[in-house]
């Protein structure tokens, strides 16, 4: 099939630059115009998303006594936390905690349920971009790794504990993923020394703040 | 050669020999003949990852399916503009842009299949069907042509992922179409089946290994088909 000479105009250099930009130009719009569609529909979604995310680490009975917007801002090792209180008979009975550390892929992020004493009740990650297949193991519809901390605290479980396997300590890890599961249990450790550190306020039920769109993640909105 | 419209770009090819409608033929290549995975072997890593389920496949069968379409009808009205120099970078703008609306319009509508299918929904831009296709087809033949053609190639990639997943599924957890209400809405819950209760599952259809056997399996019959029609028809 041959092809037939296009018009003069079609092959100056100022044509192609020309209809490169426009291309973009009008694809860049109609991402805009997607976005500003889609974005309150997206962020219920997240919403009920973290609502979930907490019911599975802290004793709540389903979604229904989560207040996603109620949360407890701290501020420990120059990261933030965000924490949500589980409140029973006025007291808080469980705390769940968001931390993150940098996996492989990119950050991952990850919410543990802690009781009073800082013992883990449950670990789930809520987002990561590690390999599938491989680094995606950490998921708990995807294997039981993650409840390899249910029961862990600072108490049981020793500072160079705190590792994988592979590193002295006593978190197994996947074979050909070792950055992923290491990453997770620095999260984990991490958001264990947070809650130690903070822990007055975190068990205070007066300490939580009303916040209009609270995401959970670590650039924490302000206001 | 006829031209199909005014402009400097080739007309589409003419029909086959024996009057077959190039319609037909567009039907014919898409669904079967020159099927996306079965023949010409492409998407091979998306269609395994995603393929466990039925409904997973399905799911991102018709995400692809869309991209398709809107592609081959964009690209193909304006392949009298596209130039070599910018041709390119042109198509994956448009492509790569087609896709990250459809991601945004599943995570916001269809949030659980987004969960489900995760990172293959942006993947879709490297599906080498979808530029090959508009390189090869789209950019010379008018739009309602391409845009049927889109359809048809969008449609064998689905029936690829729904019968892969089916096989794998219905292998691997005795179900079929699991979820299919959860994910894709409740107008396609009538499609979730049980085929065999309490199974205990067989593990290796689910794991990457037994989607490569089953494909090869697939691969095997269609040629077996193929190979009986010619032998009928000789």
């Not at chain 1, 407890?72 to 090792?77: A, G, L, S």
């Not at chain 2, 079965?38 to 389920?53: G, H």
């Not at chain 2, 096989?167 to 409740?186: C, K, V």
């Not at chain 2, 499609?191 to 290796?204: C, K, M, N, R």
Request: with cysteine.
């Amino acid at each position: 099939m041959s092809t037939p000479e296009r018009p003069s105009y079609q092959q100056r250099t100022a044509y192609h630059v020309t209809l490169l930009g426009t291309v973009a130009l009008l694809c860049s719009t109609a991402l805009v115009i997607g976005d500003q569609q889609t974005r309150e529909r997206i962020e219920t979604a997240r919403q009920r998303q973290l609502s979930e995310d907490i019911a599975e680490v802290t004793p709540a009975s389903g979604t229904a006594g989560i207040a996603p917007q109620r949360t407890v801002t701290i501020q420990h090792d120059g990261r933030a936390h965000t924490a949500w209180q589980h409140l029973a008979g006025g007291r808080v009975t469980a705390v769940a905690l968001t931390t993150s550390a940098q996996g492989y892929g990119g950050e991952i992020r990850v919410i543990v349920g802690l009781d009073r004493q800082g013992e883990i009740l449950a670990a789930r990650v809520l987002e990561h971009q590690e390999t599938p297949g491989l680094g995606d193991q950490i998921e708990a519809e995807r294997s039981d790794w993650i409840d390899a901390f249910e029961g862990r605290s600072l108490a049981n479980t020793p500072p160079d504990g705190w590792a994988v396997e592979k590193d002295g300590g006593e978190f197994d890890q996947f074979t050909g993923a070792t950055i992923t599961p290491r990453a997770v249990v620095e999260a984990i450790h991490t958001a264990l020394l947070a809650f130690q550190a903070h822990r007055a306020r975190l068990l205070d039920p007066r300490a939580a703040e009303r916040h209009a769109h609270p995401t959970g993640s670590e650039e924490a909105d302000h206001g | 050669m006829a031209e199909t419209d005014a402009g400097p770009v080739p007309a589409a090819a003419p029909p086959a020999a024996g009057g077959e409608s190039r319609w037909r033929r567009i039907a014919r290549e898409g669904l079967w003949d020159n099927n996306v995975v079965f023949t010409q072997m492409l998407a091979l890593c998306p269609l395994l990852a995603v393929t466990s389920t039925a409904t997973n496949g399905l799911g991102l069968g018709l995400a692809t399916l869309f991209v398709m379409v809107a592609s081959a009808a964009v690209i193909s009205a304006l392949r009298g503009l596209i130039t070599d120099p910018v041709r390119i970078p042109v198509l994956i703008l448009l492509i790569a842009t087609l896709v990250t609306l459809v991601d945004m319009f599943m995570e916001a509508y269809l949030n659980r299949l987004y969960q489900a299918l995760g990172l293959f929904i942006p993947l879709i831009v490297t599906n080498c069907a979808i530029l090959g296709r508009a390189e090869v087809f789209a950019s010379r033949h008018p739009p309602a042509e391409a845009t049927f053609d889109g359809l048809m190639m969008g449609l064998g990639f689905t029936g690829a992922l729904v019968v892969l997943g089916g096989i794998r599924e219905l292998l691997g957890s005795g179900t079929l179409f699991e979820q299919a209400g959860l994910m894709l809405g409740d107008t396609f819950a009538f499609l979730e089946v049980t085929v065999i209760p309490d199974y205990s599952g067989f593990l290796l259809t689910i794991l990457p290994p037994g989607g490569f056997i089953a494909l090869g399996g697939l691969m095997a019959g269609k040629r077996l088909l193929d190979r009986r029609r010619e032998a009928r028809q000789a």
